[in-house]
């Protein structure tokens, strides 16, 4: 878990290539748990609040570039991850594209 989320933020700024499944997963649940976590504490520390909203902020470049390249992963263009914001079955479906398994190479 934590090599897939060094790695993810390493790759930040990195769009190119592919990410796999595990990768893709491990770094979000990485990611979930220190959001949770800083968020907790930041309810009694006002500097770690400040700290949970810039984690929050830079979290969108690793996150971002993950995602473009596990959707190249599994086969489908990048602008898929605008089906995002179709109402109620977008975020669903891009779920679904992100769990999909990887195309051989």
């Known amino acids: 878990m934590i090599d897939a989320f060094v790695s993810g933020w390493q790759r930040s700024f990195d769009y190119e290539g592919r990410s796999n499944r595990p990768d893709f997963w ?3 649940l990485a ?10 504490l930041g309810l009694f520390n006002e500097l770690l609040f400040k700290l949970y909203i810039l984690y929050v902020i830079a979290q969108i470049f690793p996150s971002l570039s993950l995602t473009v390249r596990r ?9 898929w991850i605008f089906i995002s914001l179709v109402p109620f079955i977008g975020g669903i479906w891009l779920i679904v594209l992100l769990a999909q398994p990887s195309l051989p190479v």
Do not use: H, Q, T
């Not at 990611?31 to 907790?40: A, K, M, N, T, Y």
């Not at 959707?71 to 602008?79: A, H, I, N, Q, T």
């Open 26 to 28: 491990w770094f979000y």
């Open 31 to 40: 990611d979930s748990i220190l959001i949770l976590i800083l968020l907790v």
């Open 71 to 79: 959707l190249r992963d599994s086969g489908k263009p990048w602008p």
